[in-house]
């Protein structure tokens, strides 16, 4: 331990980000200090009781043991006790700094620091540590004197005079430490203050001028109650007071309050307060050291606010939402009769906004929104903006459901009015999802969950429009949820087999082909139809993943019918194929590389798509119609008749196929019969063949016959097939042997 500075004080620098750690090593070495730098507490210990260290630059946060543990023991050590200690920390919150103090710290610099403060405080400290060294040396010589006079009188009749010049010089050496304490005090860029027990100001250093505006001596009696802030009033004078019984160790206590100054303006000033004892354990007053912190507590105001609203819209945002919710939640449970409601918004339609007249008048739009919002709520009610085009309502103390209902009644109509932005005319409606709050509800996050499927349900049904969460919607959810990972799973480990309906010549009977469907053989379900798990896989985009394996699996099976058998050279298998598979760039690869790898001929295969696809008027999907012709596949309109299709996409793409959908064929001998006719005649003026789905029956078999429908499928022929059943059927209908039952069946 060092127990005098030396003529070239060593520092000792901690900290373990090496670019600090160099800065500031760098910086001191330059003023003409001798530095030592490590990166972690367990070294610092080591060097600081190995080497004499003048002072201690000390960061929190490192990755052994924290600062506030390091200090601890150097505290607690005698070799290292009297080492004077500075934080230097990016923790800034009162209780960091308060622990700090308590462990032991002389100072505290919040980072990120400038080098000129460091390099000041550094000063300062390592001063008083001098001024404390060269007095405790003082002490210690004194101490000998006295003892060494104690002798001498009582060993030999000494002169009085000579004692009288001992006890001059002690008095002069207490003057002159006094005097080094004074300058430094005077010299400080920090206010620096002397305070009775009482409040009041007994020493004030000369930096009270250029801080606070008044001359030292102008506060020189006043209490410091006189200058602050009425709110800060009685946290300051609780600081201040004096305990009733002085304790062994007393404690300095940091503060931040507001304090007026000579321009009446108010300054908030981080003080750090520490008593001052007497020889009998005392309290005779109180020693203060304080610095301008105003710029600092407005950038952490700021900061917390920012955390706390959104950028765009200035309304509360998720978080603040979620702290709100979390004592009205403890409110519920405590109180039982204490409800809230809770709406959450989605503009619908917003991202055509965005993509047509740009993310500015989007944001406007926004802005826009979000007032008339607030003027749909009471003062104590919530707008906040959960993100992107949400926004979330909460309902303060709400009887009943029916106020939440009146709000989303008030907010649609509000909506249904034209919103001018940027001199554009926009015309918008909002899907809303309501809840009521309950003492079921534990977190922020379930309400947020349960709210969330509301709206999404709100959504699904139409848009423009509300939807009241209940708990049935939860279970719906969780089964939905369960399906997606079950399906995600499925496709990992091909779960997916494809089952082949024949398809029928009406006027032949012969077996011209099959349609490809697909199923999914769940592990603990057993089979699933696609009318359980198509519209979950459209919607997570899964849909690709499961198209790819049944396109793998009927050119396998195209494959092993050709080894096996003499197919005809028409002979094809139908793949439903979905938009998203279709507007996939890579689809014509992915179809190019299965065809390679089964050995397969692209005219096998017949692709069905929906008369939606042959709408999209894009380049892109034109040309993908392109490639399909080329690579000698066809192409079916499955479902024909129940969406939007225009004779000029018909005739302006090759397709070869119309599929009548079953809807019609059920209803054909009541109502549809002409709706099938006029499908069945279109196709055959644009040469195209037609296939009628879901025939079940020999009367609209010979219906369909007389029609001019070339060919069907249906539980009439035959049910979908799995691949050995439809292998035996292919196998019998091929045989010369082969032989078509009475009632038209394919045996």
Request: glycine content about 6%.
């Amino acid at each position: 331990m060092s127990t005098t500075c030396s003529p070239k004080p060593v520092i000792l620098v901690v900290d373990d980000i090496p670019d600090n750690l160099h800065l500031l090593t760098r910086e001191l070495s330059a003023q003409g200090y001798e530095t030592r730098g490590v990166l972690t507490g367990t070294m610092a210990l080591t060097v600081a009781r190995s080497t004499p260290i003048d002072l201690i630059l000390l960061d929190i946060m490192l990755p052994d043991m924290d600062g506030y543990t390091v200090c601890q023991a150097l505290k607690a050590d005698p070799a290292t006790s009297a080492i004077p200690v500075i934080f230097l920390s990016a923790l800034d919150e009162a209780l960091d700094k308060v622990k700090a103090f308590t462990v032991g710290g002389v100072d505290y610099v919040t980072k990120p620091f400038k080098t000129i403060e460091v390099m000041a405080r550094v000063g300062t400290q390592l001063s008083l540590r001098q001024a404390q060294l060269q007095l405790q040396q003082f002490n210690q010589e004194l101490e000998k004197q006295v003892q060494q006079r104690t002798y001498e009188l009582g060993t030999a009749n000494q002169s009085l005079q000579a004692e009288i010049q001992v006890r001059q010089q002690v008095e002069q050496d207490l003057r002159n430490s006094e005097l080094r304490y004074r300058l430094i005090a005077d010299h400080m860029g920090d206010l620096v203050c002397l305070h009775s027990p009482e409040g009041q100001f007994l020493y004030v250093s000369p930096s009270a001028q250029t801080l606070l505006g008044y001359a030292p001596e102008m506060l020189i009696g006043k209490a410091i109650a006189d200058f602050c802030h009425p709110d800060d009033l009685q946290y300051v004078q609780i600081h201040f007071q004096a305990p009733p019984e002085p304790t062994e160790a007393i404690k300095p206590v940091a503060l931040c309050y507001r304090f007026r100054c000579q321009s009446r303006r108010y300054l908030w000033l981080e003080t750090l307060a520490k008593p001052v004892l007497n020889e009998a354990g005392q309290i005779t007053g109180m020693v203060t050291s304080s610095r301008d912190v105003t710029r600092r507590v407005k950038i952490e105001k700021q900061l917390r606010y920012d955390s706390l609203h959104d950028a765009l819209t200035h309304l509360p945002n998720r978080d603040w939402l979620a702290k709100r919710l979390e004592l009205e939640i403890l409110q519920c449970q405590r109180y039982s009769q204490t409800c809230f409601g809770l709406l959450m918004i989605d503009l619908d339609r917003f991202k055509a906004v965005n993509d047509s007249l740009g993310h500015l008048v989007g944001d406007k739009l926004l802005i826009a929104v979000s007032n008339l919002l607030k003027g749909c709520v009471r003062d104590v009610d919530m707008v906040s903006r959960w993100g992107g085009d949400e926004f979330v309502i909460f309902l303060d103390h709400i009887a009943d459901i029916k106020e939440a209902i009146q709000v989303a009644e008030r907010i649609k109509t509000v909506l249904e009015n034209p919103i001018e932005v940027e001199g554009k005319i926009i015309f918008t409606s909002a899907s809303i999802g309501i809840l009521m709050g309950n003492t079921d509800y534990k977190t922020s996050n379930e309400i947020f969950r349960d709210v969330d499927i509301a709206l999404y349900r709100a959504k699904a049904s139409g848009r423009n429009r509300y939807e009241i969460f209940g708990l049935e919607m939860y279970q719906e959810a969780i089964a939905l949820l369960n399906l997606e990972n079950d399906l995600r799973l499925a496709i990992q480990q091909q779960h997916f087999v494809t089952y082949y309906q024949p398809i029928v010549s009406l006027s032949t009977q012969a077996l011209l082909g099959f349609e490809a469907l697909v199923r999914w053989q769940h592990p603990s379900r057993g089979l699933i139809m696609p009318g359980d798990f198509i519209d979950l896989a459209e919607d997570t985009g899964l849909i690709k993943a499961i198209g790819s394996q049944v396109l793998r699996q009927v050119c396998e099976t195209i494959k092993q019918w050709e080894t096996a058998y003499a197919l005809a050279p028409d002979f094809r298998i139908s793949v439903n194929v979905s938009g998203q598979q279709f507007r996939d760039v890579t689809f014509i690869a992915t179809l190019d590389q299965l065809l390679a790898e089964t050995g397969v001929q692209g005219d096998r295969l017949k692709l069905e798509i929906t008369e939606r696809i042959l709408l999209e008027q894009s380049s892109s999907i034109a040309q993908t119609l392109a490639d399909i012709t080329a690579r000698g596949m066809q192409l079916s309109v499955d479902d024909f008749g129940t969406g939007y299709s225009s004779l000029r996409y018909l005739s302006q793409f090759a397709v070869q196929t119309l599929k009548i959908d079953r809807s019609f064929v059920n209803q054909m001998q009541s109502r549809h019969q002409g709706i099938v006719q006029a499908i069945v005649d279109l196709a055959h003026n644009l040469e195209m063949d037609c296939i009628a789905e879901g025939v079940e029956t020999e009367a609209q078999r010979s219906q369909l016959l007389r029609l001019g429908c070339e060919a069907a499928q249906g539980y009439l022929f035959s049910r979908p097939l799995p691949l050995a059943a439809a292998s035996e059927m292919l196998r019998r209908w091929l045989d010369p042997k082969g032989e078509v039952g009475a009632n038209g069946c394919l045996l």
